[in-house]
């Protein structure tokens, strides 16, 4: 295990062809939780439990919609005030997982 590549998926659940993830982030980052839903290899519903409020609604709102590949590009690396990782790269990670 590499430096911020501590997350875990908590729980990953398939009902009427939505994929619902929540997962918790590297201990390394503000946010304590993220879920969000995959239809069809897009993201929709995007949340994050603490951390930088603001910042991670408007993540949300701008990653609904998106195809996970393209939000997976554009977010991949972003790092928080030197710590390797960030609340959205965390995102990021579990993505490549699943």
Same mark, same amino acid.
């Given at each position: 295990?590499?430096?911020?590549?501590?997350f875990?998926?908590?729980?990953?659940?398939?009902?009427?062809? /939505?994929?619902h993830i929540?997962?918790?982030?590297?201990?390394l980052?503000?946010?304590?939780?993220?879920?969000?839903d995959?239809?069809d290899g897009k993201?929709?519903? /995007?949340k994050?439990?603490?951390?930088?409020?603001?910042?991670?609604?408007?993540i949300?709102?701008?990653?609904?919609?998106?195809?996970?590949?393209?939000? /997976?590009?554009?977010?991949?690396? /972003?790092?928080?005030?030197?710590?390797?990782?960030?609340?959205?790269?965390?995102?990021?990670?579990?993505?490549?997982?699943?």
């Amino acid at each position: 295990m590499t430096l911020g590549d501590d997350f875990k998926i908590i729980s990953d659940t398939t009902q009427n062809g /939505v994929r619902h993830i929540t997962a918790e982030p590297s201990s390394l980052v503000c946010s304590v939780q993220i879920d969000f839903d995959l239809i069809d290899g897009k993201l929709h519903n /995007v949340k994050y439990i603490r951390g930088c409020n603001g910042n991670l609604q408007a993540i949300g709102r701008l990653l609904e919609g998106m195809e996970a590949d393209k939000a /997976v590009s554009i977010l991949e690396g /972003v790092n928080c005030n030197g710590r390797g990782t960030s609340c959205s790269d965390q995102l990021v990670r579990v993505l490549k997982s699943i």
